[in-house]
Protein backbone atom coordinates (compact mmCIF):
# COMPACT_ATOMS: atom_id res chain seq x y z
CA UNK A 1 0.00 0.00 0.00
CA UNK A 2 1.50 3.16 -1.06
CA UNK A 3 1.64 5.83 1.57
CA UNK A 4 3.37 8.40 -1.08
CA UNK A 5 1.80 8.66 -4.39
CA UNK A 6 3.33 10.50 -7.59
CA UNK A 7 0.66 9.12 -10.03
CA UNK A 8 2.41 10.60 -13.49
CA UNK A 9 5.64 9.52 -13.92
CA UNK A 10 6.76 11.49 -16.26
CA UNK A 11 6.32 15.67 -17.26
CA UNK A 12 7.80 17.56 -20.20
CA UNK A 13 7.98 21.18 -19.92
CA UNK A 14 9.22 24.20 -22.64
CA UNK A 15 12.33 25.79 -21.00
CA UNK A 16 11.13 29.01 -19.19
CA UNK A 17 7.51 27.80 -18.42
CA UNK A 18 6.32 26.37 -15.00
CA UNK A 19 6.72 22.91 -14.21
CA UNK A 20 4.51 21.52 -11.68
CA UNK A 21 5.10 18.13 -9.85
CA UNK A 22 2.39 16.67 -7.44
CA UNK A 23 2.49 14.02 -4.84
CA UNK A 24 -0.34 12.82 -2.95
CA UNK A 25 -0.07 10.62 0.23
CA UNK A 26 -2.79 8.65 2.33
CA UNK A 27 -1.47 8.66 5.97
CA UNK A 28 -2.56 11.58 8.10
CA UNK A 29 0.11 11.22 10.59
CA UNK A 30 2.70 12.73 8.44
CA UNK A 31 3.69 16.18 9.22
CA UNK A 32 6.84 16.40 7.23
CA UNK A 33 7.24 16.74 3.57
CA UNK A 34 10.33 17.01 1.09
CA UNK A 35 11.48 17.12 -2.54
CA UNK A 36 14.47 14.97 -3.59
CA UNK A 37 16.11 15.34 -6.96
CA UNK A 38 17.76 12.29 -9.02
CA UNK A 39 20.62 12.97 -11.81
CA UNK A 40 21.74 9.50 -13.16
CA UNK A 41 24.17 7.55 -11.80
CA UNK A 42 23.97 10.05 -8.65
CA UNK A 43 21.80 9.87 -4.81
CA UNK A 44 19.08 11.48 -4.06
CA UNK A 45 19.91 15.21 -3.47
CA UNK A 46 17.55 17.31 -1.00
CA UNK A 47 15.81 19.90 -2.49
CA UNK A 48 13.42 21.55 -0.42
CA UNK A 49 10.86 20.85 2.80
CA UNK A 50 7.80 21.61 4.31
CA UNK A 51 6.48 21.15 7.33
CA UNK A 52 2.61 20.80 7.89
CA UNK A 53 2.78 23.84 10.22
CA UNK A 54 2.90 26.19 6.54
CA UNK A 55 1.27 25.72 3.08
CA UNK A 56 3.87 27.34 1.37
CA UNK A 57 7.74 26.91 1.48
CA UNK A 58 10.02 28.72 -1.58
CA UNK A 59 13.48 28.64 -2.28
CA UNK A 60 14.85 30.92 -5.00
CA UNK A 61 12.95 29.16 -8.32
CA UNK A 62 11.45 26.41 -6.75
CA UNK A 63 8.23 26.55 -4.11
CA UNK A 64 6.15 23.55 -2.29
CA UNK A 65 2.89 24.10 -1.73
CA UNK A 66 0.87 21.82 0.95
CA UNK A 67 -2.70 20.94 0.97
CA UNK A 68 -3.29 19.14 4.65
CA UNK A 69 -6.99 18.48 4.06
CA UNK A 70 -6.25 17.58 0.11
CA UNK A 71 -3.44 15.67 1.69
CA UNK A 72 -1.55 16.99 -1.64
CA UNK A 73 1.38 18.93 -2.17
CA UNK A 74 3.36 20.24 -5.24
CA UNK A 75 6.65 21.32 -6.08
CA UNK A 76 6.62 24.44 -8.74
CA UNK A 77 9.84 25.14 -10.64
CA UNK A 78 9.66 28.84 -12.61
CA UNK A 79 11.28 29.23 -14.59
CA UNK A 80 12.30 25.64 -15.89
CA UNK A 81 15.46 25.14 -16.70
CA UNK A 82 16.86 22.11 -18.83
CA UNK A 83 19.32 21.58 -16.03
CA UNK A 84 16.24 21.07 -13.91
CA UNK A 85 15.82 17.64 -15.83
CA UNK A 86 16.01 14.90 -13.87
CA UNK A 87 13.81 12.54 -11.40
CA UNK A 88 11.80 13.98 -8.71
CA UNK A 89 11.45 12.38 -5.30
CA UNK A 90 8.61 13.34 -2.94
CA UNK A 91 9.00 11.88 0.65
CA UNK A 92 6.96 12.23 3.79
CA UNK A 93 7.56 11.45 7.53
CA UNK A 94 6.03 12.11 10.82
CA UNK A 95 6.96 10.72 14.38
CA UNK A 96 7.09 7.66 16.14
CA UNK A 97 6.60 4.80 14.22
CA UNK A 98 5.79 7.26 10.95
CA UNK A 99 9.38 8.66 11.45
CA UNK A 100 11.15 7.11 8.53
CA UNK A 101 10.71 8.53 5.25
CA UNK A 102 8.52 7.01 2.69
CA UNK A 103 9.01 7.90 -0.52
CA UNK A 104 6.96 8.02 -3.49
CA UNK A 105 8.36 6.64 -7.35
CA UNK A 106 9.42 9.79 -8.78
CA UNK A 107 8.49 11.71 -11.59
CA UNK A 108 10.91 12.24 -14.25
CA UNK A 109 11.13 16.17 -15.75
CA UNK A 110 12.34 16.89 -18.90
CA UNK A 111 13.05 20.48 -20.11
CA UNK A 112 12.75 21.20 -23.60
CA UNK A 113 15.32 23.67 -24.90
CA UNK B 1 33.65 17.59 1.54
CA UNK B 2 32.93 13.92 1.34
CA UNK B 3 29.30 13.67 3.06
CA UNK B 4 28.13 10.17 2.28
CA UNK B 5 30.47 7.99 0.82
CA UNK B 6 29.30 4.29 -0.39
CA UNK B 7 31.89 1.05 -2.09
CA UNK B 8 31.77 -0.59 -4.64
CA UNK B 9 29.97 1.60 -7.27
CA UNK B 10 29.49 -1.17 -9.40
CA UNK B 11 29.37 -5.25 -8.40
CA UNK B 12 28.12 -8.05 -10.55
CA UNK B 13 27.90 -11.33 -8.44
CA UNK B 14 26.86 -14.88 -9.09
CA UNK B 15 23.71 -16.44 -7.74
CA UNK B 16 24.76 -17.79 -3.78
CA UNK B 17 27.69 -15.12 -3.34
CA UNK B 18 28.03 -13.06 -0.75
CA UNK B 19 29.71 -9.53 -0.22
CA UNK B 20 29.53 -6.24 1.76
CA UNK B 21 28.51 -3.07 0.39
CA UNK B 22 30.35 -0.07 2.51
CA UNK B 23 28.68 3.06 3.45
CA UNK B 24 30.88 5.83 5.66
CA UNK B 25 29.73 8.99 6.69
CA UNK B 26 31.71 12.01 8.11
CA UNK B 27 29.11 14.34 9.68
CA UNK B 28 28.62 12.90 12.44
CA UNK B 29 25.57 11.86 11.73
CA UNK B 30 23.54 9.65 14.64
CA UNK B 31 20.84 8.32 11.66
CA UNK B 32 22.15 5.85 9.08
CA UNK B 33 19.79 4.38 6.31
CA UNK B 34 20.04 1.56 3.52
CA UNK B 35 17.74 1.79 0.73
CA UNK B 36 17.45 0.17 -2.71
CA UNK B 37 15.68 1.56 -5.71
CA UNK B 38 14.45 -0.84 -8.22
CA UNK B 39 13.49 0.16 -11.86
CA UNK B 40 9.79 2.80 -11.96
CA UNK B 41 9.93 2.41 -8.36
CA UNK B 42 10.60 4.94 -5.41
CA UNK B 43 13.51 4.01 -2.64
CA UNK B 44 12.56 0.98 -0.50
CA UNK B 45 14.34 1.21 3.24
CA UNK B 46 15.74 -2.12 3.85
CA UNK B 47 17.67 -1.11 7.30
CA UNK B 48 18.36 1.75 9.44
CA UNK B 49 20.31 2.90 12.41
CA UNK B 50 19.54 5.75 15.08
CA UNK B 51 22.86 5.41 16.59
CA UNK B 52 26.02 3.05 17.03
CA UNK B 53 25.62 -0.22 17.89
CA UNK B 54 21.44 -0.05 17.03
CA UNK B 55 19.56 -0.94 14.23
CA UNK B 56 16.35 -2.06 13.05
CA UNK B 57 14.74 -3.64 10.02
CA UNK B 58 13.17 -1.37 7.57
CA UNK B 59 10.10 -2.65 4.70
CA UNK B 60 12.32 -4.93 2.58
CA UNK B 61 15.04 -6.52 5.25
CA UNK B 62 14.83 -10.38 4.02
CA UNK B 63 18.27 -11.46 2.81
CA UNK B 64 20.50 -8.67 4.27
CA UNK B 65 22.22 -7.77 6.93
CA UNK B 66 23.75 -4.76 9.02
CA UNK B 67 25.93 -3.58 11.79
CA UNK B 68 26.87 -0.19 13.18
CA UNK B 69 29.98 -0.54 15.43
CA UNK B 70 30.99 2.97 14.83
CA UNK B 71 29.01 6.28 14.21
CA UNK B 72 30.48 6.49 11.07
CA UNK B 73 30.12 3.37 9.53
CA UNK B 74 26.94 1.09 8.40
CA UNK B 75 28.17 -1.68 5.93
CA UNK B 76 24.93 -3.69 4.29
CA UNK B 77 25.91 -7.45 3.87
CA UNK B 78 24.14 -9.83 1.55
CA UNK B 79 24.90 -13.37 2.55
CA UNK B 80 23.47 -15.19 -0.09
CA UNK B 81 22.58 -13.13 -3.01
CA UNK B 82 20.15 -14.02 -5.34
CA UNK B 83 18.51 -12.31 -8.65
CA UNK B 84 16.20 -10.10 -6.81
CA UNK B 85 18.60 -8.40 -5.08
CA UNK B 86 19.37 -6.87 -8.66
CA UNK B 87 18.85 -3.01 -7.67
CA UNK B 88 20.77 -0.06 -6.77
CA UNK B 89 21.57 0.57 -3.36
CA UNK B 90 21.68 4.31 -1.45
CA UNK B 91 23.18 4.65 1.63
CA UNK B 92 22.37 7.80 3.45
CA UNK B 93 22.90 9.59 6.74
CA UNK B 94 20.49 12.16 8.63
CA UNK B 95 20.93 14.41 12.07
CA UNK B 96 17.34 13.53 13.10
CA UNK B 97 14.82 10.79 11.93
CA UNK B 98 12.72 11.96 9.02
CA UNK B 99 13.93 15.00 8.25
CA UNK B 100 16.93 16.19 5.07
CA UNK B 101 19.12 12.65 4.74
CA UNK B 102 22.12 12.55 2.43
CA UNK B 103 22.89 9.83 0.55
CA UNK B 104 25.72 8.54 -1.15
CA UNK B 105 26.14 8.08 -5.15
CA UNK B 106 25.02 4.61 -5.09
CA UNK B 107 26.01 1.07 -6.00
CA UNK B 108 24.80 -0.76 -8.99
CA UNK B 109 24.56 -4.69 -8.02
CA UNK B 110 23.65 -7.44 -10.79
CA UNK B 111 23.14 -10.95 -9.37
CA UNK B 112 23.59 -13.15 -12.34
Known amino acids: DQQVKQNSPSLSVQEGRISILNCDYT??????FLWYKKYPAEGPTFLIS?????DKNEDGRFTVFLNKSAKHLSLHIVPSQPGDSAVYFC????????????FGKGITLSVRP | NAGVTQTPKFRILKIGQSMTLQCTQD?????MYWYRQDPGMGLKLIYY???????DKGEVPNGYNVSRSTTEDFPLRLELAAPSQTSVYFCASSSHHGTEAFFGQGTRLTVV
Open chain 1, 27 to 32: NSMFDY
Open chain 1, 91 to 102: AASGAGANSKLT
Open chain 2, 49 to 55: SVGAGIT
Open chain 2, 27 to 31: MNHNY
Open chain 1, 50 to 54: ISSIK
